[in-house]
């Protein structure tokens, strides 16, 4: 209540000033007359008595201004005049007070864009459940499907394995699995859909999956334990938010349509609320969830459930209470059981040893498990560090700008400290105009950052329609926003505010106080120089970084991936073909083959299980005819179906022997191709053509014959080491699962982006219902690989390119400023008879120590500190000459620009009006 | 406004006393700032004069702390005047003060004869 009385008492005082200061004129007066009347009783002359009765009182003013003070209303009072006082300060110096907002909005704005992204990518935490709770079992990034490894190697888990542990989750509350990878699928509604199926990502997942996450359900039920107690159990699935209301017009009963994926015609069960994306978190994140035992039925491939199956699911658990060892222990011993059991009764004790040693990591997952982290996690972190880098240029920048105009007011200040003003009051005020300043920075750098962050969401997620990354700021956002604003207004309003702090009353007035503190005082400028300093300083680190970020990607970029990367379109199908069997390939092939030729355009086509540059899970060890591998050799190779005409249509070259062609028929020579790696790993010295391998993989064991070799090429993209790989013709395999070569590669004459469309409808025409998942031309596909690259390297050059400027604008303003305030000595100067040259190296000399200061800390920086970005860099050392020297340059001339601009002022001082201004 | 050399050391008014002083005055009926001070310096055989300018500011804070409430009156000559009066918290307030400046006191004045 007393609080409540105490704000309404203020707020009338505010509103109703005008009576509340009648009221207390009327007190006061009343006190002075009731004292004189008393006084004069007591025997005083009525003029005497109203003297002391006065004296008594002191200054009415100083009274009032005591009582006025009894209430907070005062203060609000007092700041808000000062608000009002720094907005005219402000307006009345309107390119300054441009300058310094734009300057803020951009580093703001570029730390609020980068702190989006970090924020989306690293620290938003699942919308489930007690996310913190959550651990991934190791750090499940790869995908695929794997055997003949141990567990725990690809943190990937088999079906019966994960169905173990799902049973029976020991210490957790609950343990469950997923596909490792997201599956595009053909997706129809309704039971018996007609026209083209839509392409859409699946998630297989447990049965206990939605369940252990504790994912509020938008609507209806999720996927229950139920649903996926037996392979080929339950044609349930549930579908994203997104997916929802853009495909199913936001259907209130959506719960219990069908949706008829790859021909299974499957129940909506319910819908994931907005917001929920999976665990694992990807730029295109899924739009369906069933049960992984409808793994065979839903993806139309062979069973991946049987006992002893292949690796292909990643695990995931919630801590029941708190971490333990017990918990990491309990699971170290499930897998090791596990691969012991699964070894057959000839184990050795080597073996065993081994197998002890086997652990499956737990990592905590409650933001989910991101490849996305892993890729943008190091790019973003120095980008942040980056924009924070200039972000200290700006508010460099404005330090000085507003010592600046602080000095200049030195005689006001003085002023209204002589007329009884408090210090705290001035400072007060001036920190009032930094955080002003800062205050209107952040808001427009708040909207440039939502501009930027769309720019940069678009680039990450390369183009996905659907992504789980937002532009839009939350609170984490607005809140990291607000604290970089204010302490970015601290920073820099400090130093004036401090400088005014110490200023004394009594030398600013005196007549020619001007020379002896405002041009003299060589403490006065020393701070000044040293925001310069260290402008130079964080801009040389920042050059030097962007240099070498741009030199990499040159690096990158001109690195041979061993193949002809212009002028190739990929096309990739999926589905295993909408349906086609092993047996009527060959036909599908030629088919699709000889359409592809006959367009306009197309020089070759052909057909191979992976794209150039993108991962393939075919591998096999085999035995190659006269090489005696060493005892434990890694004798594993990448193995590639192809078509004939597919190294020339790829554009890999032929070192020794011939191409595998339409020669190699089915019922002839079984011919395969190695790549260099492979040649030279078994055949150091040469003539690997002719000889025989036989594959460890009974359905195509061989023997093979080697044909030729062909060059190698970059397998996982350009900072790989090349790798063995085996190519084998696809017509040559037995007709089954490995049959199947779902890229098909056009070389075309002129721009292959230009012949998307006819490509697309040849093949609608061959066969409407023939799954095209994307097609692209192998530029952009490779773009992909350096798209980190090309991340730091551009934004990093933008940034420093700022930071420069910001550095170029602020030693500009330092030297026109120490100009004008020494016009005075320079006048004198040239009246005795200084030359112009003279004068201008006096200022340039300045400007070259202030040079010499900031290069001077500024390498060593950027040599010990550039060697934290060692690992993003593509053969290039961090320290590289070339980088160092090229930013050495950019910045000495940004300096010497900076500086002779003022330099020549001061050189056409008119001595006499110079003299004549003081 | 200091203290004037030559004038007796007891003028000054002991730190933190003014408010228990006023609500005591207060306390008997509601009276007009004049009246409080020179009900103060009455009472106090002229030891204690009470400056208007702490007495006003005074007056204001404790309004503001709900100690005092103030109303506008005539006075008995026929004027205007804000008449102060305690709230129940002030005399509340008052009863807290007196309790512990008492104790005080008497340690003090233990400590001073010992």
Same mark, same amino acid.
């Given at each position: 209540m007393?609080?409540?009385a105490?704000?309404?008492?203020?707020?009338?005082?505010l509103? =109703?000033?005008?009576?509340?200061e009648?009221?207390?004129?009327?007190?006061l007066?009343?006190?002075i007359d009731?004292?004189?009347?008393d006084k004069h009783r007591? =025997?005083?002359s009525?003029?005497?008595?109203?003297?002391?009765a006065?004296?008594e009182?002191?200054?009415t003013?100083a009274v009032?201004?005591r009582i006025r003070?009894?209430?907070?209303?005062?203060?609000?009072e007092n700041?808000w005049?000062?608000?009002?006082?720094s907005?005219?300060?402000?307006?009345?110096s309107?390119a300054f007070t441009l300058?310094?907002?734009v300057s803020?909005?951009l580093?703001?704005g570029?730390?609020t864009?980068i702190?989006t992204?970090?924020n989306g990518v690293l620290?938003?935490?699942?919308?489930v459940r007690?996310p913190k709770?959550l651990?991934?079992?190791?750090?499940?990034?790869s995908g695929?499907?794997?055997?003949?490894?141990d567990?725990g190697?690809?943190d990937?888990?088999?079906y019966d394995? %994960?169905r173990?542990l799902e049973?029976?989750?020991?210490?957790?509350?609950?343990i469950?699995?997923y596909n490792?990878?997201l599956?595009?699928?053909?997706?129809?509604?309704g039971?018996h859909?007609?026209g083209?199926?839509?392409?859409?990502?699946?998630?297989?997942v447990?049965?206990?999956?939605?369940g252990v996450l504790g994912?509020p359900?938008?609507?209806?039920r999720?996927?229950q334990?139920?649903?996926?107690?037996?392979p080929g159990?339950?044609a349930?699935?549930?579908?994203s938010y997104h997916?929802w209301r853009?495909?199913m017009?936001a259907d209130a009963?959506?719960?219990?349509?069908?949706?008829?994926?790859?021909g299974?015609?499957?129940t909506v069960?319910?819908?994931a609320?907005?917001?929920?994306?999976?665990i694992?978190?990807s730029?295109?994140?899924?739009?369906l969830?069933?049960p992984?035992?409808?793994?065979?039925e839903l993806?139309?491939e062979p069973?991946?459930l049987?006992?002893?199956?292949?690796y292909?699911l990643h695990?995931g658990a919630?801590?029941?209470?708190?971490?333990?060892l017990?918990?990491q222990?309990?699971l170290?011993?499930?897998?090791?059981?596990y691969?012991?059991?699964?070894?057959?009764?000839?184990?050795?004790?080597?073996?065993?040893k081994?197998?002890?040693?086997?652990?499956a990591?737990?990592?905590?997952?409650a933001?989910g498990?991101?490849?996305?982290r892993?890729n943008f996690?190091?790019?973003?972190?120095?980008?942040?560090?980056?924009?924070?880098?200039?972000l200290l240029?700006?508010?460099?920048?404005?330090?000085?700008?507003?010592?600046?105009k602080?000095?200049?007011?030195?005689?006001?200040i003085s002023?209204?400290?002589a007329?009884?003003?408090?210090?705290?009051?001035?400072?007060?005020q001036?920190?009032?105009?930094a955080?002003l300043?800062?205050?209107v920075?952040?808001?427009?750098?708040?909207?440039l950052?939502?501009?930027?962050?769309?720019a940069?969401?678009?680039?990450v997620? %390369?183009?996905?329609?659907?992504?789980s990354?937002?532009?839009a700021?939350?609170?984490?956002?607005l809140?990291?926003?607000l604290?970089?604003?204010?302490?970015t207004?601290?920073?820099?309003g400090?130093?004036p505010?401090?400088?005014v702090a110490?200023?004394?009353a009594?030398p600013?007035?005196n007549a020619?106080?001007?020379?002896?503190?405002?041009s003299g005082?060589?403490?006065?400028?020393?701070?000044p120089r040293a925001?310069?300093?260290?402008?130079?300083t964080v801009?040389v680190?920042?050059l030097?970084g962007?240099?070498?970020f741009?030199?990499?990607l040159?690096?990158l970029?001109?690195?041979?991936v061993?193949?002809?990367?212009t002028h190739l379109?990929?096309?990739?199908l999926?589905?295993k073909?909408g349906g086609?069997?092993?047996?009527?390939?060959?036909?599908?092939?030629?088919?699709?083959l000889d359409?592809?030729?006959?367009l306009?355009?197309?020089s070759?086509?052909a057909f191979a299980?992976t794209?150039?540059?993108?991962?393939?899970?075919w591998?096999s060890?085999?035995?190659v005819?006269?090489?005696?591998?060493?005892?434990?050799e890694d004798?594993?190779?990448?193995l590639e179906r192809?078509t004939?005409g597919?190294?020339?249509?790829?554009g890999i070259?032929?070192?020794q022997?011939r191409?595998?062609g339409?020669?190699?028929?089915?019922?002839g020579?079984?011919?395969?191709?190695v790549?260099?790696?492979w040649a030279?790993?078994?055949?150091?010295?040469?003539?690997?053509v002719?000889?025989q391998i036989?594959?460890?993989?009974?359905?195509?064991?061989g023997?093979?014959?080697i044909?030729?070799?062909a060059?190698n090429?970059?397998?996982?993209?350009?900072?790989?080491e090349?790798?063995?790989?085996?190519?084998?013709p696809?017509?040559q395999?037995?007709p089954g699962e490995?049959?199947y070569?779902?890229?098909?590669?056009?070389r075309t004459?002129?721009?292959?982006?230009?012949?998307?469309?006819?490509?697309?409808?040849?093949?609608?025409?061959?066969?409407?219902?023939?799954?095209v998942?994307?097609i692209?031309?192998m530029?952009?596909?490779t773009d992909?690989?350096?798209?980190n690259?090309?991340l730091?390297?551009?934004l990093?050059?933008?940034?420093?390119?700022?930071?420069?400027?910001l550095a170029?604008?602020?030693?500009? =303003?330092?030297?026109s400023?120490?100009?004008?305030?020494?016009?005075?000595e320079i006048?004198?100067?040239?009246?005795?008879?200084?030359?112009t040259?003279?004068v201008?190296?006096m200022?340039?000399r300045?400007?070259?120590?202030?040079?010499?200061?900031g290069?001077a800390?500024g390498?060593p920086?950027?040599?010990?500190?550039l060697?934290l970005v060692?690992?993003q860099?593509?053969?290039?050392?961090?320290?590289?000459?070339?980088?160092?020297?090229?930013?050495?340059l950019?910045i000495?001339?940004i300096?010497?620009?900076?500086?002779?601009?003022p330099?020549?002022?001061?050189?056409?001082?008119?001595?006499?009006?110079?003299?004549?201004?003081? | 406004m &200091?203290?004037?050399s030559?004038?007796?050391?007891?003028?000054e008014?002991v730190?933190?006393?003014?408010e228990?002083?006023i609500l005591?005055?207060l306390a008997?009926e509601?009276m007009?700032?004049?009246?409080v001070?020179?009900r103060?310096?009455?009472?106090s055989?002229g030891v204690f004069r009470?400056?208007? &300018?702490?007495?006003?500011?005074a007056?204001?804070?404790?309004?503001?702390? &709900?100690?005092?409430?103030?109303?506008?009156?005539?006075?008995e000559n026929n004027?205007?005047?804000?008449?102060?009066?305690?709230?129940?918290a002030g005399r509340?307030?008052?009863?807290?003060e007196?309790?512990?400046w008492?104790?005080q006191?008497?340690?003090i004045a233990?400590i001073?004869?010992?």
């Amino acid at each position: 209540m007393g609080l409540l009385a105490n704000i309404a008492s203020g707020l009338r005082a505010l509103t =109703g000033r005008t009576r509340v200061e009648r009221e207390m004129d009327e007190e006061l007066s009343g006190f002075i007359d009731a004292s004189t009347a008393d006084k004069h009783r007591s =025997g005083m002359s009525p003029e005497q008595a109203a003297r002391a009765a006065r004296v008594e009182m002191g200054s009415t003013n100083a009274v009032k201004h005591r009582i006025r003070s009894a209430g907070w209303e005062t203060a609000a009072e007092n700041l808000w005049q000062d608000l009002r006082y720094s907005v005219r300060m402000l307006a009345k110096s309107p390119a300054f007070t441009l300058v310094a907002i734009v300057s803020l909005a951009l580093g703001i704005g570029a730390n609020t864009a980068i702190f989006t992204l970090i924020n989306g990518v690293l620290l938003k935490q699942l919308p489930v459940r007690a996310p913190k709770q959550l651990v991934s079992v190791g750090k499940a990034l790869s995908g695929g499907v794997l055997g003949g490894v141990d567990m725990g190697t690809a943190d990937l888990y088999p079906y019966d394995f %994960a169905r173990q542990l799902e049973k029976q989750p020991g210490p957790f509350e609950g343990i469950f699995s997923y596909n490792s990878r997201l599956r595009k699928v053909g997706v129809q509604v309704g039971e018996h859909p007609s026209g083209q199926a839509a392409q859409m990502l699946l998630h297989l997942v447990s049965g206990n999956y939605f369940g252990v996450l504790g994912v509020p359900m938008f609507m209806g039920r999720s996927i229950q334990p139920s649903d996926a107690d037996a392979p080929g159990r339950n044609a349930v699935v549930v579908v994203s938010y997104h997916y929802w209301r853009e495909t199913m017009d936001a259907d209130a009963a959506a719960v219990g349509k069908v949706l008829t994926i790859n021909g299974v015609p499957c129940t909506v069960v319910g819908v994931a609320p907005a917001g929920f994306y999976g665990i694992a978190l990807s730029t295109e994140p899924p739009e369906l969830w069933a049960p992984l035992t409808m793994q065979a039925e839903l993806t139309r491939e062979p069973s991946m459930l049987d006992a002893n199956g292949p690796y292909w699911l990643h695990l995931g658990a919630r801590r029941a209470a708190g971490y333990s060892l017990a918990q990491q222990q309990w699971l170290n011993t499930q897998v090791r059981s596990y691969v012991l059991a699964h070894e057959g009764a000839q184990v050795t004790a080597d073996r065993r040893k081994e197998i002890e040693r086997i652990a499956a990591p737990l990592v905590t997952a409650a933001s989910g498990v991101s490849s996305l982290r892993a890729n943008f996690e190091g790019p973003l972190l120095i980008l942040m560090g980056v924009v924070v880098l200039v972000l200290l240029v700006a508010c460099a920048n404005l330090a000085n700008f507003l010592l600046a105009k602080a000095a200049a007011r030195e005689r006001e200040i003085s002023t209204r400290l002589a007329l009884g003003s408090s210090r705290t009051r001035i400072v007060r005020q001036i920190l009032m105009e930094a955080l002003l300043l800062s205050a209107v920075g952040g808001v427009c750098g708040l909207v440039l950052a939502w501009v930027a962050t769309r720019a940069l969401i678009d680039f990450v997620a %390369a183009g996905a329609a659907y992504t789980s990354l937002h532009a839009a700021p939350d609170i984490s956002v607005l809140a990291f926003t607000l604290g970089v604003s204010l302490l970015t207004g601290l920073l820099f309003g400090l130093a004036p505010a401090l400088r005014v702090a110490r200023s004394d009353a009594a030398p600013a007035l005196n007549a020619n106080a001007r020379t002896s503190s405002a041009s003299g005082g060589s403490r006065g400028r020393l701070l000044p120089r040293a925001l310069v300093v260290s402008q130079v300083t964080v801009s040389v680190v920042l050059l030097a970084g962007a240099g070498l970020f741009l030199r990499s990607l040159t690096n990158l970029e001109q690195q041979s991936v061993g193949f002809n990367r212009t002028h190739l379109l990929l096309v990739n199908l999926g589905d295993k073909f909408g349906g086609i069997k092993p047996a009527q390939l060959a036909g599908f092939y030629q088919k699709a083959l000889d359409r592809m030729n006959a367009l306009p355009g197309v020089s070759s086509a052909a057909f191979a299980n992976t794209a150039p540059m993108s991962h393939s899970a075919w591998t096999s060890s085999m035995q190659v005819q006269g090489y005696v591998p060493a005892p434990k050799e890694d004798r594993d190779s990448i193995l590639e179906r192809v078509t004939p005409g597919y190294f020339e249509t790829a554009g890999i070259p032929i070192v020794q022997g011939r191409a595998l062609g339409r020669e190699d028929a089915p019922g002839g020579l079984k011919a395969v191709e190695v790549n260099l790696a492979w040649a030279e790993h078994y055949f150091p010295r040469g003539g690997a053509v002719g000889h025989q391998i036989t594959l460890d993989d009974d359905t195509n064991a061989g023997p093979w014959t080697i044909v030729g070799v062909a060059a190698n090429t970059r397998y996982l993209g350009p900072r790989e080491e090349p790798q063995r790989q085996v190519y084998f013709p696809v017509q040559q395999l037995v007709p089954g699962e490995n049959s199947y070569a779902e890229w098909l590669q056009v070389r075309t004459a002129g721009d292959p982006d230009k012949m998307t469309g006819a490509v697309r409808a040849a093949l609608a025409q061959m066969d409407p219902s023939l799954p095209v998942l994307r097609i692209e031309s192998m530029a952009d596909l490779t773009d992909r690989f350096v798209a980190n690259d090309q991340l730091i390297s551009r934004l990093s050059s933008l940034f420093s390119a700022l930071a420069v400027l910001l550095a170029g604008i602020g030693l500009y =303003g330092v030297m026109s400023y120490s100009v004008v305030r020494r016009t005075n000595e320079i006048g004198i100067r040239i009246a005795l008879g200084a030359q112009t040259g003279n004068v201008l190296w006096m200022v340039l000399r300045e400007s070259l120590v202030l040079l010499g200061f900031g290069l001077a800390l500024g390498l060593p920086l950027a040599l010990g500190g550039l060697r934290l970005v060692q690992s993003q860099l593509y053969e290039l050392s961090a320290s590289d000459p070339v980088t160092l020297a090229g930013s050495i340059l950019i910045i000495a001339a940004i300096t010497l620009l900076a500086a002779w601009l003022p330099a020549r002022r001061a050189a056409r001082v008119d001595p006499m009006v110079a003299l004549r201004c003081e | 406004m &200091g203290q004037k050399s030559g004038e007796p050391q007891s003028r000054e008014m002991v730190q933190g006393t003014l408010e228990m002083l006023i609500l005591k005055t207060l306390a008997l009926e509601p009276m007009h700032g004049y009246g409080v001070a020179l009900r103060i310096e009455q009472v106090s055989a002229g030891v204690f004069r009470v400056n208007p &300018g702490s007495l006003l500011p005074a007056l204001a804070r404790m309004e503001r702390a &709900g100690r005092v409430k103030s109303e506008w009156r005539s006075t008995e000559n026929n004027r205007r005047a804000k008449y102060y009066g305690l709230t129940p918290a002030g005399r509340r307030a008052l009863k807290d003060e007196t309790v512990s400046w008492s104790r005080q006191t008497a340690a003090i004045a233990k400590i001073l004869e010992a």
